[in-house]
């Protein structure tokens, strides 16, 4: 079984900072690309940021300057460093990572649970 972990959000101001982890855990094989969605009240879920096994990220226009994406891989963590936050940033954050599954050597979508930003004064 494959779990994903997410730790770091919060109540912040505006013009504050967040840093985001999620954890994958449990019969892993290997990870390939990791990322953080997220999705406000009312709103589609939308991709923030994702990064390949070998680093290369992409991030969303709304984020860009403001957000960093990285990973560790000897510890299956991906984090996502959050700066200059403004309202807009308000929303759940969901980790999500493309794995290979020891149990099948399939290649799954898996999700973590959310955890809540908030960005109010």
């Known amino acids: 079984q494959v779990q994903l972990v997410e730790s770091g959000g919060g109540l912040v101001q505006p013009g504050g900072s967040l840093r985001l982890s999620c954890v994958a855990s449990?019969?892993?094989?290997?990870?390939?690309?990791m990322g953080w969605y997220r999705q406000a009240p009312g709103k589609q879920r939308e991709l923030v940021a994702a990064?390949?096994?070998?680093?290369?990220?992409n991030y969303a226009d709304s984020v860009k300057g403001r957000f960093t994406i990285s990973r560790d891989n000897a510890k299956n963590t991906v984090y996502l460093q959050m700066n200059s936050l403004k309202p807009e940033d308000t929303a759940v954050y969901y980790c999500?990572?493309?794995?290979?599954?020891?149990?099948?050597?399939?290649?799954?979508?898996?999700w973590g649970q959310g955890t809540q930003v908030t960005v109010s004064s």
């Open positions: 449990g019969s892993i094989f290997s990870i390939y690309a």
């Open positions: 999500n990572a493309d794995l290979r599954t020891v149990a099948t050597m399939g290649i799954y979508d898996f």
């Open positions: 990064i390949t096994s070998n680093g290369r990220t």
